[in-house]
């Protein structure tokens, strides 16, 4: 290993050992653990719904709840950690609640009668609502 900071002899070698090991093994069980919950989510909303496109539209949400989380660490400075992660994992079952919620009450307002854009409108309005009223109220 020349012009390296160590330098050993071939019999020797260095690797990443204790707390190091043991953060790197929990990160990646923790991401295994993500995206089997994931799947698992999609497989149990298509055999509710009956559909692969409801589920799709409802897992779409993830990304973007995602790349809010990572923005909001970046932004103010925290780093990913395995906190960090669970509560990413939480937020994406809070998410997926919401997707479920906002999809079936889009599909109730059809049921209804209204169109397609007039029931997304009218659900979008209807469901963030309480998320405004309760940020204005503990905010």
Request: proline residues 3%; glycine residues 10%; hydrophobic residues 50%.
């Amino acid at each position: 290993m020349q012009g390296s900071w160590l330098s050993l002899q071939p019999a020797y070698s260095v690797e990443l050992g204790g707390t190091t090991r043991v953060v790197n093994e929990a990160f990646s069980e923790l991401s295994l653990a993500g995206w089997i919950a994931v799947v698992l989510v999609y497989m149990v909303m298509a055999v509710q719904y009956e559909s692969l496109l409801y589920p799709l539209i409802v897992m779409f949400t993830l990304p973007l709840a995602g790349i809010g989380a990572i923005g909001f660490m970046t932004l103010t400075g925290q780093s990913v950690s395995i906190t960090a992660i669970i509560g990413l994992i939480i937020l994406a079952g809070i998410v997926v609640n919401n997707g479920i919620v906002l999809v079936d009450f889009i599909n109730q307002l059809k049921a209804r009668g209204m169109t397609t854009g007039e029931a997304v409108r009218k659900a979008g309005r209807a469901r963030l609502r309480p998320i405004l009223d309760r940020l204005r109220t503990h905010g």
